[in-house]
């Protein structure tokens, strides 16, 4: 960030005062202008015992195959922006029924949040978006796991295979670290449980 938003003026890289971070100030009108983490969402779309990828068109990660996922937009849910993610990527209508929400991932070293939602595809006619190459249903055997695009698909699916396996679905938040022979590390933070007894409150 070079100029200043509000008014053009040279933006000076410094810590306000009362502050402890360096922002990107502007000294002529005040503006201090924050940098925060953004949100990527997308879906895990079933179709029975498969699962739909998409094969990318672009960098990073250009054939690899990954889930519809894409940064969120002004104005929208995370969920919503997770749908039309799916749209654009894998030209995709998905189903969202309750507990919708399924992993969370934290990337403190590219900034970034992952939110996964598992959804049912509405039928299977796909179209691949601007962004895919290819778009396609896999099982468990036919996932192509050496070409799968990031660590966060990747964890997401494999949870998902070993979930259905008991057909409980619980919402996972892990923390995703960069060690500095950039080998990358996936650690289990927090995980929902079930707890039945609460699942039909009706008598309330
Ligand atoms: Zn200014």
């Known amino acids: 960030m070079k100029y200043c938003q509000q008014c053009a003026a040279d933006l000076h890289y410094r810590i306000p005062e009362g502050d402890d971070k360096p922002r990107y100030c502007c000294l002529e009108c005040d503006s201090i202008f924050y940098q925060n983490p953004k949100n990527v969402v997308g879906t895990l779309p079933i179709d029975g015992d498969k699962v739909l990828l998409c094969k990318r068109a672009i960098q990073p ?96 699916l494999q949870y998902y295979f070993e979930d259905r396996k008991k057909n409980t679905f619980p919402v996972r938040m892990f923390d995703v670290h960069h060690a500095a022979d950039r080998k990358i590390t996936t650690t289990l933070i927090s995980e929902s449980s079930i707890n039945e007894n609460n699942t039909n409150n009706s008598s309330a």
């Open 61 to 156: 990660r250009k054939g690899k195959w990954t889930l519809p996922a894409g940064f969120m937009e002004n104005g929208e849910s995370s969920l919503e922006g997770a749908i039309r993610e799916t749209d654009e990527e894998a030209g995709a209508s998905v189903i969202v029924s309750e507990n919708s929400l399924y992993t969370l991932f934290n990337l403190p070293v590219i900034n970034q949040v992952y939110m996964f939602f598992k959804v049912d595809l509405e039928n299977t006619l796909f179209n691949p978006g601007t962004e895919s190459l290819e778009v396609q249903l896999f099982s468990e055997q036919e996932i192509p796991w050496d070409e799968i695009a990031f660590p966060v698909v990747k964890t997401t």
